[in-house]
């Protein structure tokens, strides 16, 4: 009997590389999924958070892939080395601060050194020509393959016709006719194929899986770095750049507010490493502070955080200010109108 090879498959929980495994297993190869977590994923992160998306699935959509395939996640911490891709990307950034190219390198580049070290025989990714416009171009492919390490050990099950044949082709580990030729940006190929297989569910089509593509998510990154005058970064940043509304009126520190309760009790969380408000007189949310604030710059603080909560149109609204150390005290304070907070302010 021929020996049953092993793939490798990148899973990211959306439909092309759930359909790019099975279309491999279904040729009698035994998969196993590998997701790259470099603390930028959207996966399930906002939704379990926010009240608004309370009737949205709480799942971590590569898991649910895993469970739908039958096969087994191995989920691997990149944060640290995932630093180098986003601040010194040698392909450059897509429309935002997304390194799409080069993280694509990087996450292949380590699951070859996976298949080495697990002794499996190729990868599986689920990208399709032509619809990502950075990393998933004609011309781009070769470059993957390439600068990864990976190579003809690289296969693209949903494209894989449009392509020169990869080893596990040649060698016929896998049968090149049952392989795809999609192209393009419309998924309906793919949604088809779903039907196929009988698969029902699933993440939103050309949703996107990381906040690195979203522009106010880039946005408030950039903010991050030039405030504190370097591109370092730590997981709690990366983390709290994803929840509330952040309010830039100096240079020197900005407001994180909760937009909803969900979000203020996420901000809980932070209020020893943060000088925090509320107000006490009215209703109103959790706002951290972030950076270096002066007595005059906390008062200003106070007057942006009256005017997010119900005491918005009072003539004065007392305002709880805590330290990190947990002492505290009130200020009173005349809330700001919509009017008066220049656009400049809000990141």
Known sequence: MSKQRKAVALISGGLDSMLAAKTV??????????????????????????????AKP???NSLWVAEQLSIKLHIVDVIEEYKNVLINPKHGYGAHMNPCLDCKIFMVNKAKQWIVENNF????????????????????????????????????????????????????????????????????????????????????????????????????LVDLWKSQGNKEYELDDVMLLKVGRHIRPQANFKLIVAREEGEGRFLQ?????????????????????????????LYLAARITARYGQGRDAEHVDINVMNKDGSERTIQVKPFKKEDMPKEWFI
């Not at 990976?150 to 060698?171: F, M, Q, S």
């Not at 990381?210 to 946005?219: E, I, N, P, Q, V």
């Not at 490493?273 to 502070?289: A, E, K, R, Y």
């Open 58 to 60: 709480k799942r971590n």
């Open 121 to 220: 025989d190729f990868i599986i990714t689920g990208e399709v020509i032509g619809q990502r416009p950075m990393s998933q171009r004609k011309g781009t492919m070769p470059i993957v393959a390439k600068q990864s390490g990976a190579d003809d050990l690289l296969l693209r099950p949903l494209c894989a016709k449009n392509l020169p044949p990869t080893l596990p082709e040649l060698e016929g580990w896998v049968d090149r006719e049952k392989l795809h030729d999609i192209t393009g940006r419309s998924r309906k190929p793919q949604m088809a194929m779903a039907a196929q297989f009988g698969f029902d569910d699933y993440a939103q089509p050309a949703g996107g899986c990381c906040f690195l593509t979203d522009k106010y998510y880039s946005a408030k």
């Open 25 to 54: 297993m279904e040729q009698g190869v035994h998969v196993e999924g590998i997701n790259f977590f470099t603390g930028f994923c959207v996966e399930g992160h906002t939704h379990a958070i926010r009240e608004k998306d309370k």
């Open 269 to 297: 969380g932070y209020k020893k490493d943060f000088i925090s408000m509320n107000s006490l007189s009215h209703t109103g949310p959790l706002v951290l502070i972030d950076g270096s604030a002066s007595a005059e710059d």
